[in-house]
């Protein structure tokens, strides 16, 4: 049986040119997330022109957040690390469903935390989208994610880097919530 893949994405809707302490802080951030609840990283429209390898390499040399980078080197050794442009069309398939993350759920494409859970507890996979920058993600995407997630299931929109934690931590608890009652 196929293993599920869980993966934050992270769009960057600052500069795509320059490159911002914002744009290392926040990969420094969400490394240790994803590596403490077994996510993928994924890294869209950044503006480093460097293998993830050397990617690494940078965020180890620019910051002490999450260990100097250590976890973001155990998500490149493990190939839990994805650095690309953002696709123009499909995400690459092996990713999964695309969840928008947002606030603002559209009631259409509206899911719950629950039913996510209980599809990656089926095997299902899934790509959460989250926009790194006061613009959030860019409104295109919306139309491309299969679901919309509102993680807070109250409408509470949080900072980048408040849902870079959310996201993976409330899933995982309530994944852990269903392995427990199998």
């Not at 969840?99 to 947002?102: A, L």
């Given at each position: 049986?196929?293993?599920?893949?869980?993966t934050l994405g992270i769009?960057?809707?600052y500069d795509k040119i320059k490159i911002l302490d914002a744009h290392y802080r926040a990969i420094a951030r969400a490394a240790p997330i994803c590596?403490?609840?077994g996510f993928h990283l994924a890294l869209y429209d950044f503006p480093f022109k460097m293998t993830a390898e050397e990617l690494v390499a940078y965020v180890m040399e620019k910051t002490t957040i999450g260990e100097s980078g250590s976890y973001l080197k155990i998500l490149y050794e493990k190939n839990h690390l994805s650095v690309s442009e953002l696709p123009k069309k499909g995400f690459p398939s092996h990713f999964g469903e695309i969840?928008?993350?947002?606030s603002k759920p559209n009631p259409k494409k509206q899911v719950t935390p629950v039913k996510i859970a209980e599809?990656?507890?089926?095997?299902?996979?899934f790509l959460f989208l989250v926009g790194l920058g006061h613009k959030g993600l860019p409104k295109e995407l919306f139309e491309r994610g299969k679901y919309h997630l509102d993680i807070t299931g109250k409408g509470l929109s949080f900072e980048t880097c408040t849902a870079i934690g959310a996201i993976p931590a409330y899933l995982s608890g309530l994944m852990a919530?269903?392995?427990?009652?199998?």
């Open positions: 049986m196929r293993q599920h893949m869980l769009v960057n809707t590596h403490a609840f969840v928008i993350t947002t599809e990656a507890f089926r095997n299902r996979s919530s269903l392995e427990t009652k199998k």
